[in-house]
């Protein structure tokens, strides 16, 4: 009998140290983004693809999808029902990418200054942020988008 209740033991308090395993965010100055994020072994991660904007009802034909903060909060948003309907949430986001096309009212820059005007409507509260890149690309998809965003999620096992 104590042959079999001593791995039983040793493998519940595994099991529950392994539950309570967190990502740890390195952002020691609380900055927009994490310098890097440490995702704990057997945890698990949620994978979302490229997001792009939805049209805007009523937008000008040269700009079907908004401004770059506007499609970054329409990315944002589809993102976040993402996350909800999979059981994540926004702190357990751990990696994001977001591509910028170069705007024509900018003089062909991107808009980093929306980008992050959306960005921080949801981040800004939030301690946990995710570790992230931002690049400019010379296209997308589609004429007139500005942004695509994919993110990594990651959380304890179940």
């Known amino acids: 009998m104590r042959k079999i209740l001593l791995p039983a033991v040793l493998l519940g308090l595994a099991c529950a140290g392994a539950a309570q395993a967190e990502n740890v ?17 057997g945890s698990d991660t949620l994978y979302v693809s490229g997001i792009t904007p939805q049209t805007v009802q009523g937008a000008p034909a040269a700009t079907p999808f ?19 309907g999979q059981g994540y949430g926004w702190e357990d986001v751990v990696m994001m990418r977001v591509l910028l096309v170069g705007d024509p009212a900018k003089g062909g820059a991107m808009d980093f200054a929306g980008m992050m005007e959306a960005y921080n409507e949801v981040y800004g509260p939030l301690k946990k942020k995710p570790a992230r890149i931002t690049s400019q690309v010379a296209g997308l ?12 999620a990651a959380k304890s096992a179940k």
Not at 25 to 41: D, E, L, Q, Y
């Open 66 to 84: 908004g401004d770059t903060k506007t499609q970054v909060q329409s990315i944002l948003k589809q993102i976040g029902d993402i996350l909800q």
């Open 25 to 41: 965010h390195v952002n020691p100055t609380n900055g927009f983004i994490s310098r890097a994020v440490k995702v704990p072994a």
């Open 141 to 152: 998809v589609r004429p007139g988008m500005f942004a695509e965003i994919e993110v990594q």
